[in-house]
């Protein structure tokens, strides 16, 4: 019996490492975030290694990549979660309960150091309307993701009874609001446009999650194409030749990190990456945490410590680890929060039906 030669498809890169890496990826993410918020001076503390240095400042600089690999996990994430139980009550419960005791806990406490306008104007920052209204930026991420949650399951709905021409009709939808809005309302979009502009790469995981769940193999000419696009987008980010048009510099972000999660994927998928991989598992734990706490401690701890150290790299040191005691904490209150308010609340319910 002779053998079948296996086709490059079932010898490609399967979609699902997307899934198996999970963690490792918004692991790299966060960390990618953490570097962008932390303002060392690289030059400085490398003086020695001027290559090294230039190449750690090009990676600091396109750090907040890391948010649009966010968004398009969370798409892939909410797919499964989706098609898994497609109960609307357990979805919006298990994001909500995930996403709103952290965000109001670390806005009630960063607006109460930083709002400058009144009462009235620190009511407005913590339920995020000063964001439409004056432009204020500090949780654009979790005012997107609120949103996104909110209108998934229409997402969801769509995509399963349009497929491809559902999702490509999506994002063409959102890329002609951002430009009909930018030349009509350019004010008002200044304010929103680094949430608006983000909303097609979720879409596109929103999307891949089909693909990503059915284990769906393609070429690893894909994996090597987004290492080509990677280079050749730093090569052009690096010239900036449309950095006044931010939709596209937005756009061109999004396939960024989409050409980072299928690169690292599938070097975390292929290869062990030992303490570093360990590391980046715990920090991708606690990505959410850390993304809220972390540019806003470097805010309230500026004042209380001094160094001599000019690059500025021990103080985001210190930082770092205050950030990771802060976003503990908070992830153990909201979880304590989960379970002994919203989850006996739900015993009891289950108790009186029965």
């Given at each position: 019996?002779?053998?079948?030669?296996?086709?490059?498809?079932?010898?490609?890169?399967?979609?699902?490492?997307?899934?198996?890496?999970?963690?490792?990826?918004?692991?790299?993410?966060?960390?990618?975030?953490?570097?962008?918020?932390?303002?060392?001076?690289?030059?400085?503390?490398?003086?020695?290694?001027?290559?090294?240095?230039?190449?750690?400042?090009?990676?600091?600089?396109?750090?907040?990549?890391?948010?649009?690999?966010?968004?398009?996990?969370?798409?892939?994430?909410?797919?499964?979660?989706?098609?898994?139980?497609?109960?609307?009550?357990?979805?919006?419960?298990?994001?909500?309960?995930?996403?709103?005791?952290?965000?109001?806990?670390?806005?009630?406490?960063?607006?109460?150091?930083?709002?400058?306008?009144?009462?009235?104007?620190?009511?407005?920052?913590?339920?995020?309307?000063?964001?439409?209204?004056?432009?204020?930026?500090?949780?654009?991420?979790?005012?997107?993701?609120?949103?996104?949650?909110?209108?998934?399951?229409?997402?969801?709905?769509?995509?399963?009874?349009?497929?491809?021409?559902?999702?490509?009709?999506?994002?063409?939808?959102?890329?002609?609001?951002?430009?009909?809005?930018?030349?009509?309302?350019?004010?008002?979009?200044?304010?929103?446009?680094?949430?608006?502009?983000?909303?097609?790469?979720?879409?596109?995981?929103?999307?891949?999650?089909?693909?990503?769940?059915e284990g769906k193999k393609i070429s690893w000419a894909w994996i090597v194409l987004s290492a080509?696009?990677?280079?050749?987008?730093?090569?052009?980010?690096?010239?900036?030749?449309?950095?006044?048009?931010?939709?596209?510099?937005?756009?061109?972000?999004?396939?960024?990190?989409?050409?980072?999660?299928?690169?690292?994927?599938?070097?975390?998928?292929?290869?062990?990456?030992?303490?570093?991989?360990?590391?980046?598992?715990?920090?991708?734990?606690?990505?959410?945490?850390?993304?809220?706490?972390?540019?806003?401690?470097?805010?309230?701890?500026?004042?209380?410590?001094?160094?001599?150290?000019?690059?500025?790299?021990?103080?985001?040191?210190?930082?770092?680890?205050?950030?990771?005691?802060?976003?503990?904490?908070?992830?153990?209150?909201?979880?304590?929060?989960?379970?002994?308010?919203?989850?006996?609340?739900?015993?009891?319910?289950?108790?009186?039906?029965?």
């Open positions: 019996m002779s053998k079948t030669k296996p086709t490059i498809a079932a010898k490609g890169y399967s979609l699902s490492a997307l899934s198996t890496t999970r963690d490792l990826l918004f692991g790299l993410a966060t960390l990618m975030i953490i570097i962008f918020h932390s303002y060392v001076n690289i030059n400085t503390a490398m003086p020695n290694h001027p290559v090294l240095a230039g190449i750690l400042s090009l990676i600091r600089y396109h750090g907040n990549k890391g948010v649009d690999m966010f968004l398009f996990m969370s798409g892939i994430g909410l797919y499964y979660s989706m098609s898994s139980n497609p109960r609307l009550r357990d979805f919006y419960k298990k994001r909500a309960t995930r996403i709103l005791p952290a965000v109001f806990i670390v806005s009630f406490i960063w607006f109460a150091f930083d709002t400058p306008a009144g009462i009235n104007g620190y009511f407005e920052d913590v339920f995020f309307v000063s964001f439409f209204t004056r432009g204020v930026r500090n949780f654009w991420y979790f005012i997107l993701m609120i949103f996104l949650y909110a209108i998934y399951p229409l997402i969801h709905k769509f995509f399963k009874s349009t497929g491809v021409i559902g999702a490509i009709t999506s994002v063409v939808v959102v890329v002609a609001l951002n430009f009909v809005l930018m030349e009509t309302a350019p004010l008002f979009y200044s304010r929103i446009e680094i949430a608006l502009t983000r909303i097609p790469v979720f879409l596109l995981g929103a999307f891949a999650g089909k693909y990503v769940k080509i696009g990677i280079i050749g987008i730093y090569i052009f980010y690096h010239f900036e030749p449309f950095v006044e048009l931010v939709y596209l510099y937005r756009y061109i972000g999004g396939v960024f990190a989409i050409c980072h999660l299928f690169l690292f994927s599938a070097i975390f998928s292929k290869w062990r990456m030992g303490a570093l991989g360990t590391f980046l598992v715990w920090l991708g734990g606690y990505s959410m945490e850390i993304y809220l706490i972390h540019e806003k401690a470097a805010v309230i701890f500026n004042k209380s410590f001094h160094t001599s150290d000019s690059s500025g790299i021990v103080y985001y040191i210190a930082i770092f680890f205050i950030t990771v005691i802060f976003a503990m904490a908070l992830k153990a209150i909201c979880q304590n929060l989960d379970k002994n308010l919203f989850y006996k609340n739900d015993s009891k319910k289950a108790k009186k039906t029965n």
